[in-house]
C-alpha cells in the first residue's frame, strides 16, 4: 500500500481569531508536543469532533 503525500491543495484555509490566553496555550502547547500551532489546532479540532455523538 503506498502512503499518500498531502499537499496545500488538499487543505482548506480558515483565518481564525483567538483570544489572547488561548493563543498562548495553544502556542505553548504545541511547542511541548513539538508541532505547529495550525497541527495543534487540527488535532484539537479532531478530537472534538470525533468524541460527538450522532443524534438519534
Known amino acids: 500500500m503506498t502512503e499518500r503525500i498531502l499537499v ?5 484555509q480558515y483565518h481564525l481569531r483567538l ?3 488561548l493563543h498562548e496555550k495553544l ?8 508541532r505547529s500551532m495550525n497541527s ?3 488535532i484539537a479540532i479532531e478530537k472534538h469532533v470525533q ?4 443524534k438519534p
Open 19 to 21: 483570544p489572547a490566553d
Open 8 to 12: 496545500s491543495r488538499d487543505f482548506e
Open 40 to 42: 495543534e489546532i487540527v
Open 51 to 54: 468524541g460527538r455523538r450522532p
Open 27 to 34: 502556542k505553548r502547547l504545541a511547542a511541548d508536543n513539538r
